[in-house]
């Protein structure tokens, strides 16, 4: 993978490749705020009923797809991971450049399925090709055509999905879908359900798209007027998205049109004008938006762009420091770059290499005062000691969390330092006694 800066790879012996291992998994729950401690009563009893499968895994699926490329337009990466979750229901679609009459334009989207993965990865796969059909995107672009198009697009292949639903006896899932598609002159932003984008312009978050939740008041008004309830902030205590394509348990009131039912798949599409100052857009699923907030986010990307120039670097850091931070789901990002997007800075170069040696530098200090004491050397005390520290020049929106990796390769080195050492002290002894 290539990047601005590479670190260098140190053979780990085995017995420290299982340390740090083992210690991981403490540092995980240190990051997900001891959501896996034991001794609460009420977890107790879940471990004990056996009759509900659980939806998350004793231990997250690392493992990521990462994929990148571009057009004379714009450059991309993508990356998705299964985390925590007992399955893997994130879908995307990264089409830089269209065919035909529509060659300078772009379409993006992820789609976070619940339920099963069948009508995420459905739209995955159709749901430009029900956009394109209605006509309204065009070359010679209107945007309230370009609009209603996407809208039309969404209402069909729900409808038609609908009908495959009933013929093939699919599951039962849905999905939200979070989309842009990008035109020579603006960015259209799409949005059914808590999937996000935005776009960072001069460093600044100057677009997002709104959340449907079912508390917000005029998703609560459409729930309520089909019928149902919010409860426990969910539709009918059940779901927790207030617009996704399938859910068709929930779109079964004869009574009421397509997109006034409990669950409307009725996106909502926003035009914004581009400019030379756009940076970046960024689309993600709630598994990452359930750890950073958007301004956080932003920041966190830009200044990776500054010492990174591998997109698909930047994603997986993205994953990973929502992980760290405590998202249970599935994660998927892409980031889609404008040519004005920041370039890797000699100087920001030196910063990062700066901060890092100090970081080492502390860690080594850390370890050394626990050795002192008689202490073994932790991985997770190390790491709890440096997120209480004030330390200058970490990563904004990332923090101490977003530099793991560079804790855990000084901890693994200086910890390889104390090992080497012990064969020699107790040769020594030995060499003393006789």
Same mark, same amino acid.
């Given at each position: ?18 340390? $740090? ?24 009893? /879940? ?12 231990? !997250? ?19 998705? &991971? ?54 309204? $995107? ?96 969910? $539709? ?20 009421? !049109? ?31 938006? @359930? ?13 990776? /762009? ?13 994953? @990973? ?69 004030? &330390?200058?020049?970490?990563? !904004? ?18 910890? &390889? ?14 060499? @003393?006694?006789?």
């Amino acid at each position: 993978m290539r990047t601005a800066r590479r670190a260098s790879n140190v053979e780990v012996p085995s017995f420290l490749r299982q340390l $740090v291992k083992e210690t991981e998994k403490m540092v995980t729950f240190f990051f997900k705020g001891g959501a896996k401690e034991t001794g609460s009563g009420e977890e107790d009893s /879940l471990d004990e009923d056996d009759s509900m499968p659980s939806p998350y895994l004793e231990r !997250p699926i690392l493992e990521k797809q990462v994929s990148e490329g571009g057009s004379q337009l714009v450059n991309y990466a993508v990356a998705s &991971m299964q985390g925590w979750r007992s399955q893997m229901e994130d879908a995307h679609t990264c089409m830089p450049q269209l065919k035909g009459e529509l060659s300078e334009w772009g379409y993006f989207a992820v789609f976070d399925g619940h339920a099963g993965t069948t009508v995420a990865q459905y739209c995955s796969r159709n749901l430009l090709e029900h956009i394109l059909r209605t006509g309204g $995107v065009k070359a010679n672009e209107d945007p309230e055509q370009v609009k209603e198009g996407i809208r039309e697009g969404f209402l069909d292949i729900d409808r038609h999905m609908h009908k495959l639903a009933r013929q093939d006896n699919w599951d039962r899932s849905g999905s939200t879908a979070a989309g842009v598609m990008i035109s020579p002159r603006y960015i259209y932003f799409i949005n059914c359900g808590d999937s996000r984008t935005l776009l960072c312009h001069k460093g600044q978050v100057v677009f997002y798209t709104e959340d449907h939740k079912p508390f917000n008041p005029r998703e609560k008004e459409r729930i309520q007027n089909a019928g149902g309830s919010v409860t426990l902030q969910r $539709v009918n205590g059940s779901l927790a998205v207030s617009r996704a394509l399938g859910d068709f348990d929930f779109k079964e009131v004869d009574w009421r !049109p397509q997109t006034e039912q409990l669950v409307s798949p009725e996106p909502e599409v926003y035009e914004l004008e581009r400019t030379p100052e756009d940076e970046f857009i960024i689309l993600a699923c709630d598994g990452v938006w @359930d750890a950073i907030g958007n301004e956080e986010l932003c920041a966190f990307v830009r200044s990776r /762009l500054l010492v990174c120039n591998d997109l698909r670097e930047i994603c997986t850091q993205v994953i @990973d420091l929502c992980l760290y931070k405590g998202s249970l789901d599935n994660m998927s990002i892409i980031i889609v770059c404008f040519p004005n997007a920041p370039q890797v800075s000699q100087e920001a170069l030196q910063q990062e290499a700066k901060l890092e040696q100090q970081i080492d530098m502390k860690v080594e200090e850390i370890i050394q005062m626990m050795r002192s004491r008689d202490e073994d050397p932790d991985l997770l005390y190390v790491i709890k000691f440096l997120a209480a520290e004030e &330390m200058p020049g970490l990563p !904004p929106g990332g923090g101490i969390t977003s530099k793991r990796d560079c804790i855990i390769s000084a901890y693994q080195k200086h910890i &390889m330092t104390l090992r080497s050492q012990e064969p020699m002290d107790i040769e020594g002894s030995e060499e @003393d006694s006789t």
